[in-house]
């Protein structure tokens, strides 16, 4: 099958193991590694590069709408769970819950609005992923802990 890439990315085998150096078409590169009879790996695995996708992602969009937004935002930390249909051959990730840990005097209702929009309309990963994935997601203020409702991609964004 020929397709016309909009983006090519390159793996180069790092060791005689399973430690590959992923490149990105601007020359950044990832570490991937599995790990081999309990001795963690020189990278994140395959599959834990899906949860990092998301998070980067939907974090690129959050920074970027409360920014917009002229929200004071003085950091932001993202932490992703997954959970996986255990007991099968092959061990597919079945739900993400994206939590953003929001610093600086940011309003809820705007941390809020920032957070389903880019899990909902602009994060292209959450779009992928939602076809296989549910995806729920909260935030924090301070000491204060907020669930975001109904995190779904919306059909317009998903065929867009």
């Given at each position: 099958?020929?397709?016309?890439?909009?983006?090519?990315?390159?793996?180069?085998?790092?060791?005689?193991?399973?430690?590959?150096?992923?490149?990105g078409?601007?020359?950044q590169s990832?570490?991937v590694?599995?790990s081999?009879d309990?001795?963690p790996?020189?990278?994140?695995?395959?599959?834990?590069?899906?949860p990092?996708?998301l998070g980067?992602?939907s974090?690129?969009?959050?920074?970027?709408?409360l920014?917009?937004?002229?929200?004071p935002?003085d950091?932001?930390?993202?932490?992703?769970?997954?959970?996986?249909?255990?007991?099968?051959p092959?061990s597919?990730?079945t739900a993400m819950?994206?939590?953003?840990d929001i610093?600086?005097?940011?309003?809820?209702?705007?941390?809020?609005r920032?957070?389903?929009?880019?899990?909902s309309t602009?994060?292209?990963?959450?779009?992928?992923?939602?076809?296989?994935?549910r995806?729920?997601?909260?935030?924090?203020?301070?000491?204060?802990r907020?669930?975001?409702e109904?995190?779904m991609?919306?059909?317009?964004?998903?065929?867009?």
């Amino acid at each position: 099958m020929e397709i016309r890439p909009d983006m090519v990315v390159s793996l180069s085998q790092v060791d005689d193991a399973f430690h590959f150096r992923g490149t990105g078409p601007d020359g950044q590169s990832v570490e991937v590694d599995v790990s081999e009879d309990g001795v963690p790996g020189a990278g994140v695995s395959p599959l834990q590069l899906l949860p990092l996708a998301l998070g980067a992602c939907s974090g690129v969009d959050v920074v970027s709408i409360l920014k917009k937004g002229r929200q004071p935002l003085d950091g932001l930390q993202i932490e992703v769970s997954a959970e996986r249909d255990g007991g099968k051959p092959i061990s597919r990730i079945t739900a993400m819950h994206v939590h953003f840990d929001i610093s600086g005097d940011v309003a809820p209702a705007k941390a809020e609005r920032a957070v389903r929009l880019s899990l909902s309309t602009y994060c292209t990963v959450a779009a992928l992923l939602s076809a296989t994935v549910r995806i729920s997601a909260s935030f924090g203020l301070g000491t204060d802990r907020f669930d975001v409702e109904d995190v779904m991609v919306s059909q317009d964004a998903s065929q867009a």
